[in-house]
T-cell receptor, first 111, second 116 residues
Framework: SQQGEEDPQALSIQEGENATMNCSYK?????LQWYRQNSGRGLVHLIL?????REKHSGRLRVTLDTSKKSSSLLITASRAADTASYFC???????????FGTGTKLQVIP | DAGVIQSPRHEVTEMGQEVTLRCKPI?????LFWYRQTMMRGLELLIY????????DSGMPEDRFSAKMPNASFSTLKIQPSEPRDSAVYFC??????????????FGDGTRLSIL
């Protein structure tokens, strides 16, 4: 499989806590994106980090990228019940839009 | 603004039947992707179009699968003949731009396909 790996596969936390998800990929990338998927719906883009960036913030989201380890992490601070969803990383490589999605982390935030 | 529109949302059919999934991308987007999602294999890229031309179809599992994009506002994914192992959720996504993937993809809500 060419998929990236994500861990943990599942995560359950209390509302207000922080959630951290990790992603590893296999080839050199142009950029890496994180997506969220609510049950029964399509994926929704959250944030993009370029290969020459190490950290990026957007609201309660913080993404880091370590190209030497071929890994990225997504931190959601002060989680809310509405954050309950599956989260996927997507690594982009090549001259066009060759994309590989990770296996996903299923996050449950308990009110 | 209208997002990516897929139809049908659900499809149940018997093995051996032809299945056609449809997608209308966001107006102005020039790249379109078809994905398949299953519990066992996760989200797999099947085929990618740029400016209506198939660029990479290496993810299409077998000759039973075919995809077309006759114009910028419509694409189809066809399975003929269908088999039970084709049961999955099929997503269509669109985006602007060409190489590098520096624009986010916009996904439809998928077609849940069940082959009996």
């Amino acid at each position: 499989s060419q998929q990236g790996e994500e861990d943990p596969q599942a995560l359950s936390i209390q509302e207000g806590e922080n959630a951290t998800m990790n992603c590893s990929y296999k080839t050199s990338i142009n950029n890496l994106q994180w997506y969220r998927q609510n049950s029964g719906r399509g994926l929704v883009h959250l944030i993009l980090i370029r290969s020459n960036e190490r950290e990026k913030h957007s609201g309660r989201l913080r993404v880091t990228l370590d190209t030497s380890k071929k890994s990225s992490s997504l931190l959601i601070t002060a989680s809310r019940a509405a954050d309950t969803a599956s989260y996927f990383c997507a690594s982009y490589s090549g001259g066009y839009q060759k994309v590989t999605f990770g296996t996903g982390t299923k996050l449950q935030v308990i009110p | 603004d209208a997002g990516v529109i897929q139809s049908p949302r659900h499809e149940v059919t018997e093995m051996g039947q032809e299945v056609t999934l449809r997608c209308k991308p966001i107006s102005g987007h020039n790249s379109l992707f078809w994905y398949r999602q299953t519990m066992m294999r996760g989200l797999e890229l099947l085929i990618y179009f740029n400016n209506n031309v198939p660029i990479d179809d290496s993810g299409m599992p077998e000759d039973r699968f075919s995809a077309k994009m006759p114009n910028a506002s419509f694409s189809t994914l066809k399975i003929q003949p269908s088999e039970p192992r084709d049961s999955a959720v099929y997503f269509c996504a669109s985006t602007q731009g060409g190489g590098g993937g520096y624009q986010p993809q916009h996904f439809g809500d998928g077609t849940r396909l069940s082959i009996l």
